[in-house]
Structure formats: C-alpha cells, structure tokens
C-alpha cells in the first residue's frame, strides 16, 4: 500500500468540506469522531495522566486539598 502525505492549508481544507455533500460530510464527521476518541484515550491512559491522576488521589485521601467553596474565598 502506498500512502501520501499531503499539506494543506486549513482554509482550504474548509473550503473543501464545505463543498461536499451530506453523506460525504457524514463520513468525514465520522473518521474525525474516530480519531478524537483515539486521541483522547490515548491522552488519558498516557504514563504522565495516570502519574497525575494517582498524585491527586494521594493528595484528596490524605487531606491536602481545597474544596471549591475554600478555592474561591481565597480568590477574593
């Protein structure tokens, strides 16, 4: 299989997708949806989320943390 990889200007790839029709944004609608949940869950399950993830946990059981009530009276 043979792959390119292209650039294209955003406006133009707007523009492109503006020019197409229900069902052909449809299928576009879905190959994006497709690669944000990827990303997301990528995002999520990486070693530095997960690190921090586990930090704030540590930090809520033990006690060190603000409520948001104490958060926004020490805004004032």
């Known amino acids: 299989m ?5 650039s294209i200007p955003f406006e133009a790839l707007v523009k492109a997708i503006k020019s197409l029709d229900l069902e052909q944004k449809q299928q576009v609608l879905e190959i994006l ?7 997301e869950e990528k995002w999520e399950n990486s070693p530095e989320i997960i690190a921090e993830v586990e930090e ?6 033990s006690g060190d943390y603000l409520t948001l009530e104490e958060f926004i009276a020490g805004q004032s």
């Not at 043979?2 to 292209?6: A, D, I, K, P």
């Not at 704030?56 to 059981?61: D, L, T, V």
């Open 33 to 39: 949806e497709e690669q944000i949940f990827e990303s």
């Open 56 to 61: 704030a946990k540590k930090a809520y059981q």
């Open 2 to 6: 043979t792959s390119v990889n292209l």
